[in-house]
């Protein structure tokens, strides 16, 4: 029994939709939508309708056919009490049935006995706008159905739609045994989406028809005040179509003065624009039972038969029972199956932490099963952003496009949104219009805006998701001359324009399935980023204990060295006379050896601190660093050597005493390695927006690119890498000043931690170039 | 007649060789009345900078030189101990080492070390160094007189 706040808030609002006076201005409320379906003033011709008061059952309106059905005119009815028509005990029925007396249910049997002849009819009655409204119907012989009777009917298809587990299966069961017990020709079940379009996902029809199954039809097929009355009236039935309206007499309700609100009438006469739909389909007798999921229409059961067909009030309250209880499986098997998503949807979380953990950036995490995360958003694409690398799966427009998307994406988040969606990213973003094939719909997950992290799902233009439940390009019903709407094939047609530029849109589901999403991509992130705290810690008491154990190790290992070198000094001192030349040099050559070996522990130690110690980058001026290691260079360098700076060096952020190291160990080599009796020695650069052919392929992308060129001995190509390696010399230690074998190690190192490279060119025997980038080194 | 030597310094350092250096190049370059004493290990240094407490005789020492990396008793230590003592921790306590680790410097001197010296390898520079050493200690600079009160 529906409650009557409910019923009369939903009548609320089919008045407010179909009252010129008080309806919204609503652009998308069609002609039919306006239409006051509700207050008709007119009956099917099926039956009789009456109103009386019911305080003393005085008949107000009657409609036309009463002379024909019951024998009486209007104006023998109107003013007359109740009791003109029917016997004391049928009265007591009537009133029983208005107190909800179980002793007298819908429908009541009844029997009017006018000029000697008995009518039996089946009678409902209903309250409406302060009155009572009576419909009666003609009663065949054949109706009689009684408890056991709807016992037996019932029972065989309840127990089929409980055994059923899909939504799908339960349509298609519901389908067939509605079939079974009416005999129509077609039954479909009707889903309708958030948009109120429909589609038929379920259908059992007679073999010999085409099938609707599949077909989509745009919202304006069943107009919004309908929708509402379907809501309040579970059943309703046309059994001939092509019929004429019977008017109600007088038109109006004598004591509001206004139309009878005809709601819950079951006789109600239908719109005539839905007449002539059904009659462009050959539909002559049609019934629909309203599917209801927590209060809401979900959907609806439409049967359709090629000629009239009548069934009894019995068989439809049999009907509309089922289709109560399918309301009811259909909402546990739809939360059911929202279970089974949300297990789907853990299970794929719960793939994505496992994945992560043996993943080592985000990115790899997404890659390891795209199809898993496509799944979870329904979606046929999938981009994501990780600043300014983009990795995209699935079905997606071309790299330029889907680069520029992001930009247009971001501004659209509210304020502290991190999901933004929609169903006609075409219309929003007319770049992508191109694109409708494979991203009409946008469901954009924010997972960090500084980071300008972006996971994006994409889905197609509706229409080419469409599964045809069948081979039908003709549609039953159409003839081609002239038929230009009202038929499943033009309704199909019409959709398909409905849904130009759109994707099916994001359910509410799919929306908290990112959100949780997001939920658990920040869990890893958090995760690896306390692992890379852990790791950092660890990498730092690491670098620490390297810093303790190389200075340990050069002070241990210099120790015996200082007592060699000082021994060897104390020998010479005191008893240089007594070796002879030949022990003092000896000797000599112990204090040097002992020298260079603690050469050797000193740049070992600074190469291993190097690739440690932070850098502190200023903006250094490049000329005045080279100028100051000239100086330094010049004083222990007594042959003139020529020292070329085409032009004045620019300045850029860098560790200012490391380049200036790298410069010196540059410089120093360029001048010992050098055999011309005229040495020159080249410091330059070329900056980004000059020529850079000239430059090594490995430095033309770099930033600023700085050379130190010589005219020295050169270097072989096939030692070319072989001089950046620690301790390792081209020459014997005894020719061109011996070095410790790290000096080039540590220029190297030196402009890695810049985050730059540094490549050498050298013609053998001629000279050498080494060029260097400082990498892109913000400007500090 | 005996002569009280002048000014007195304690040397810990557990390398023999460094200490028999650091003796032979003070005795070539110092020109002052020095007495040197020398300890092997910071627990050594630390006994018998106690027991000078105690007894009015011998003095304590005018400078300390101390190695860092001793066996046992690590040099800084040594530092944060002398320091913490009232009557100790005028005396100045001259680092000389190895280590050129920025920790060990920002350390001793944290701990009150007054110096921080380098031994260096080449001799001649390790002469010029405790040539330095001497001159800034003993004739540059006036040393508290507390630890010369006992003193006849």
Known sequence: MTSSSFVSQIKQQITTLTNPDIAPPDVSLTNCDREPIHIPSAIQPHGVLLTFTEADLTLLQVSRNVTTVIGLTPEQLWGQPLTHLFAAEQLEQIRGCLTADFEHVNPLRL??????????????????????VLELEPLQASDEIDFFDFYRFVKTPISQLQRTQTVAELCHTAAAEIRRITGFDRVMIYRFDQAGAGDVIAEDRRADLKAFLGLHYPATDIPQQAKHLYRLNLLRLIPDAVYEPVPLEPQNNPVTDAPLDMSLSVLRSVSSVHREYLGNMGVRASMSISLLKNQQLWGLIACHHCSPKLLSYELRTICEFLGQSISLELATKSETEDLDDQVRLQSIQANFVKASAHCQTLADVLSHNPDNLMALGRASGLIFYEGDAIIS??????????????????????????????????????????????ASGLMALRISRVQKIYLLWLRPEVVQTVHWGGQQKQQEGVDADGLTYLSPRKSFERWQETVQMRSLPWKACEQEAALELRSTIIGVVLQKSDELALLNADLERSNSELDSFAYVASHDLKEPLRGI????????????????????????????????????????????RLGRAELVLHRTDMGEVVTEVLDVIKISQPEPIEFRIPRPLPTLACDRIRISELFTNLISNAIKYNDKPHKWIEMGYVSTDEDRATLPSALQQAGTVFYVRDNGIGIRDRHLENVFKIFKRLHAPGRYGGGTGAGLTIVKKIVERHGGEIIIESAYGEGSTFYFSLGEVEHV | MYKQPSLSLLVVEDSNEDFEAFRRIVNEVGTMD???????????????????????????????????????????????????????????????????????????????????????????????????FLDFWFKATVLPSSNQESRP
């Open chain 1, 111 to 132: 029997s009017v006995e006018v000029d000697g002849q008995t009518r039996s009819f089946g009678g409902i009655v209903h309250r409406a706008d302060t009155v009572v």
């Open chain 2, 34 to 132: 020095l007495s040197i004493v020398r300890c092997h290990d910071g627990d050594d240094a630390l006994e018998h900078l106690q027991q000078r407490q105690a007894v009015p005789q011998p003095p304590l020492p005018d400078v300390i030189v101390l190695d860092l990396n001793l066996p046992g008793t690590d040099g800084r230590e040594v530092i944060a101990e002398v320091k913490q003592n009232d009557k100790l921790k005028t005396i100045p306590i001259v680092v000389l080492t190895t280590s050129s680790n920025p920790k060990d410097v920002e350390a001793c001197y944290r701990f009150g070390a007054n110096s921080y010296m380098l031994k260096s390898m080449d001799i001649r520079l390790f002469k010029a160094s405790i040539q330095q």
């Open chain 1, 393 to 438: 799966f699935g079905q997606t427009p071309p790299e330029p496009v889907i680069s520029k998307l992001l930009d247009w994406v971001e501004p659209q988040f509210e304020a502290d949104a991190v999901l933004y969606t929609t169903a006609s990213l075409g219309l929003r973003c007319p770049e992508m219009a191109d694109y409708r094939q494979v």
């Open chain 1, 565 to 608: 070198h000082n021994y060897s000094s104390f020998l010479i001192e005191d008893y240089g006379d007594q070796l002879g030349e030949e022990g003092q040099h000896k000797l000599e050559t112990l204090v040097r050896l002992a020298q260079r070996m603690e050469d050797l522990i000193s740049s070992l130690l600074h190469y291993s």
